[in-house]
């Protein structure tokens, strides 16, 4: 039993280093994925200390409209325009409906709306668009569907160009967040809010404007990872369950911090996939992917109670 | 006018403590459960027992769990279901290994194995504190149904992977399976339900109850004021878990008559804490006005397309049914963020000084 679960999955790794390295590669795409939406999570929760649920079933309702509208006949790109206008509207009225009345509100009162938000687009987006699978328009949109085979050592290591294509795809808009946020003046905006809401509207950041602003980027975000996520799974509401995944992603990172998201995300994305070929598939059954994070993520919390690279939790009476 | 607090003098400390100090209060509960043991047994239809009654008294009994837990101790909790689906498991495999127990003693038995698990995820809750906490409660409810789906022992080896309720006596009468009436089951859950709120009352009201408050509102301050953290949280997750455990068994045992391990999913978690939160945090009372609400809502709105005459396919009316639940939510939360309950108290409070309010 103690081989088992010490000695066979190194050995495993170490007599099959391209199989190692597929499985690697394969933790890293989704790993990205997870880190994209962490980041949503982040920024609105850094602003508004709002605990967003929504953001998974954003991502859903996001790719469901770009098919949706793409099947209505107009041309992809047209529509991803659109889908980017049908996030903004999104963005706006959330603030204004949901999120204004509720300033000041407990957290709990506030995740609970994002909850309500979660519900309302789950049904309006099956009343629209119908709850059936769906297949994302990944031609039309120019994303490379082939693949590469290569040949370490002697082995085999397939890269989907999809998988590639995501990959330089996220980088580059994680890397354009950044750059966003640390020197643009909204930027700064939105870091200010998120250090201090007194001192931030008391030089005179608009509260509203930066809340429609981190809704509409996770909006963007939302429709980046749909595309990503519909283009290798098809797009239904089972997608939601990737949201679950940004919320250990998000603990282990920290709430509050961007670098950890990212990390927290590379982080489990790699080691489920580890743990699952290796440990649990042979020894526990399989389908250890739903909780392994979850339980990675409790783990360090008990180590370090604010995450890897959160905030320290400093408590007064 | 009718609610009138007036002359109703107290004498001694026992009288003011007593559990209905107003008469009008002791009134109206005394109609609710002449409804309740009489008037809805004699008249409802095995309908209404199947999608009112039975699911809103266990729905309610999984709230005031949960409650205990977020309102009353101030830890949310995301896996309530999983915890349900505990007490349900540990139900089935008493039952169906030890076939001589009592159907009702096995249900109330159930609760300590989920009392057991919840205390298990909620030792983290020592150190985690907040939204990071609901992260431990999440991999309870993420671990605990793949355990479910994967450990054959619990569903004794079932092909189908589900576990099915078998026919269970009690007195020469079935009280759970297939040939039980739905008047018993009803009886069974109202009894329970009525047992478990009566304690959770005197429980909220004592020492336990204030020691949880107290940790709620502040914990550093609770701590310093000599509460002990650790007893208090971990008795709040033993018998919050208790609870949802019952509640989890009476769902499978007096209602579904099956279950699958995924029937115990998240949905069903958010299910229970909306009811909680609509109701009301911090209310035993509310859990039953937010069940009322939640479960009643999608039923009336199932039948208003066909009393209205609109033709709706039932998969449409499904989803307007989640839109509208999705809506009324964030309804609730900006007209009354403290829930039900409190709209309850404010009415009363209205009432008490009608119709001359100065």
Redesign the interface.
Known sequence: MLKDIFITPFVDMFSAPDFLLQVLWEGLVSGILYALIALGFVLIFRSSRIFNFAQGIMVVFAALTLVGLHAMGIPAWISVVLTLGVMFVLAVSIERIVLRPLVGQPDIILFMATIGITLFLIGGGEIIFGGENKVMITEELGIPTGDTVLEPWGGLLILQHLDITVVVVATALVAALLAFLNYTQMGRAIRALGDDHQAALSVGISLQTVWVLVWFIAGIIALVTGIAWGARAGVSFALEVIAYKALPVLMLGGLESITGAIIGGLMIGILEKLFEIYWGQPLLGGNTETWFAFVLALIVLLFRPQGLFGEKIIERV | MLYRTAGQFKTSYKSDQALFPIKQDAFLLGVILLFAVVIFPLTASEFTFQTILIPILIYSLAALGLNIL?GFAGQ?SLGTAAFMGVGAYACYKMVTLMPWMNPIVAILFSGIFSAGVGVAFGI?SL??????L???T??AQ??L??LF??WAWLYNYNASGAIQVPNLKMFGVYIAGPQASSVVQYFVVLFIVSLLTMVCINLTRGNLGRTWKATRD?D??AE?IGINLMKSKLTAFAVSSYIVGVAGALFVFMWRGAAEPNLFD?PLS?RV??IA?IGG?GSVMGNFLGAILIVGLPVVLNLLPAALGIPISS??VE????????????FF??VE?HGLAQLWKLIREKLIIWPFPH
């Open positions: 977020t949310l983290p150190r985690i504190k907040g939204f990071y609901a992260i431990a999440l991999a993420f671990f149904v793949w789906e994967k502040m550093i301050a310093l998240i958010f804490l909306f939160i945090l998969a449409t989803h307007l049914n989640i839109m509208c639940i999705g809506s009324l939510i964030i939360l900006i963020p």
